[in-house]
């Protein structure tokens, strides 16, 4: 997502953790991780349903079961989708050998980077998911744990 003041927010608070750079990540990956699984616009929604998120394959499926009522706001869609899209990516890290987050020096966007070397555009599948609930997102978890 390309939000002026977010951006400069963000390289503030990266560079700060040093975190500006895919050297940074390599740095600091444990800090990277930490970051990107804030989530709180995802949490907060999940929390109001009932749906505990604990980083694990199960809250997935939780996620994937919600009543898609953000759907009414196109405002808050890529919010909830980048949300999404991070937490996706928070449980293959914490969960599958050998999976870090990655950031792509090209466009700065954190993925997720299997020990194969296949990279996951987590937050293009947690936009696709919060628009129109797909590809689930315990479906997609499933597939990259298999790898």
């Not at 199960?58 to 405002?75: I, K, T, V, Y």
Request: proline share 7%.
């Amino acid at each position: 997502m390309n939000i002026p003041f977010l951006d400069s927010w963000r390289k503030r608070h990266e560079a700060a953790r040093g975190l500006a750079s895919p050297r940074g990540a390599e740095r600091d990956p444990e800090g990277l991780a930490e970051l990107l699984s804030e989530c709180e616009l995802l949490r907060a929604h999940a929390q109001s349903a009932g749906v505990a998120l604990d980083d694990s394959p199960s809250s997935l499926e939780a996620l994937d079961q919600l009543q898609p009522r953000w759907r009414e706001d196109p405002e808050l869609v890529p919010w909830l989708g980048n949300d999404a899209g991070l937490y996706l990516g928070t449980a293959v890290v914490r969960t599958v050998p050998g999976a870090g987050w990655w950031v792509r020096a090209a466009d700065g966007q954190p993925v997720v980077r299997l020990a194969s070397g296949r990279e996951i555009d987590v937050v293009e599948a947690g936009q696709a998911w919060a628009a129109d609930g797909a590809p689930q997102l315990s479906q997609l978890y499933a597939e990259v744990a298999e790898n």
